[in-house]
């Protein structure tokens, strides 16, 4: 078995370490036996979505954000058709941003792809500090970092967390992040996935049962170090 992960535009898209989620995904493919490679997409560079498993779109400020914007358009239309098939997609910050309609500044406003029914707009204030989340789709917390301008409206769409400690999508509903079919979106930096572990393996499940056809069950690895780290911050910030 192979995958194939696609990092959109890094040179631009990548705050707070987000490459090493890249890193992490990577490691828990080869570490299993599964041959996997990635490809870093420059803004010049066409993209085939149809040779790619999983896709990264990291976080950048507004102003890279804006760079990345115009090239977005050209791609929407094959990106849609990957999300609508079940394609892998962990979308950061200003990546989770432009995965909606638009998002709105003081300046002016940003589209997006509207790839999934959400919008963004420019808050007083950032939201910045360490937060801690429960899912549904796992038995770990996640935790991370979280640092934006942007308060995130998802609409009826599923969140993939209820915060316990932090600030989230807006900092009134108390959830943060979208799940959407094989996409998720969320606010949470540090690199995200070293830490949770659980949500590194689900992108690389859903990524080879699309590739494959059938269920697919991940070979344990030792996460003794990661839930190290996870039950860390848990303890720290909500049972402390």
């Known amino acids: 078995m192979k995958l194939t992960i696609g990092h959109l535009y890094p040179e631009l898209?990548?705050?707070?370490?987000?490459?090493?989620?890249?890193?992490?995904m990577m490691k828990r493919s080869l570490w299993r036996g599964i041959e996997a490679e990635t490809i870093a997409f420059g803004l010049e560079d066409s993209i085939d979505f149809s040779k790619l498993d999983i896709v990264l779109l990291g976080g950048g400020s507004d102003r890279e954000q804006r760079i990345v914007c115009s090239r977005l358009r050209d791609i929407r239309?094959?990106?849609?058709?990957?999300?609508?098939?079940?394609?892998?997609v962990l979308a950061v910050c200003g990546g989770y941003q432009l995965l909606g309609h638009y998002y709105k500044t003081e300046e002016d406003t940003l589209e997006g792809l509207s790839l999934v029914d959400l919008?963004?707009?420019?808050?007083?204030?950032?939201?910045?500090q360490n937060i801690v989340l429960q899912s549904e789709l796992f038995d770990m917390p996640i935790v991370g970092f979280e640092?934006?301008?942007?308060?995130?409206?998802?609409?009826?769409?599923?969140?993939?967390?209820?915060?316990?400690?932090?600030?989230?999508n807006d900092g009134k509903s108390g959830y943060e992040g979208v799940v959407y079919k094989n996409v998720i979106g969320t606010y949470l930096h540090g690199p995200l996935l070293p830490k949770n572990p659980q949500l590194a393996d689900w992108l690389i499940q859903h990524a080879?049962?699309?590739?494959?056809?059938?269920?697919?069950?991940?070979?344990?690895?030792?996460?003794?170090?990661?839930?190290?780290?996870?039950?860390?911050?848990?303890?720290?910030?909500?049972?402390?």
């Open 13 to 24: 898209l990548n705050l707070y370490g987000d490459r090493g989620n890249i890193q992490c």
């Open 77 to 88: 239309e094959n990106f849609h058709h990957y999300v609508e098939d079940g394609g892998s």
């Open 119 to 128: 919008y963004t707009e420019q808050g007083e204030g950032r939201l910045i």
């Open 147 to 168: 640092n934006h301008g942007g308060r995130t409206c998802i609409n009826n769409n599923k969140p993939l967390g209820k915060v316990l400690y932090g600030a989230g």
């Open 208 to 240: 080879l049962e699309r590739k494959y056809g059938k269920e697919t069950e991940l070979t344990p690895l030792d996460d003794s170090q990661e839930k190290e780290a996870n039950d860390y911050i848990y303890h720290r910030f909500v049972r402390g």
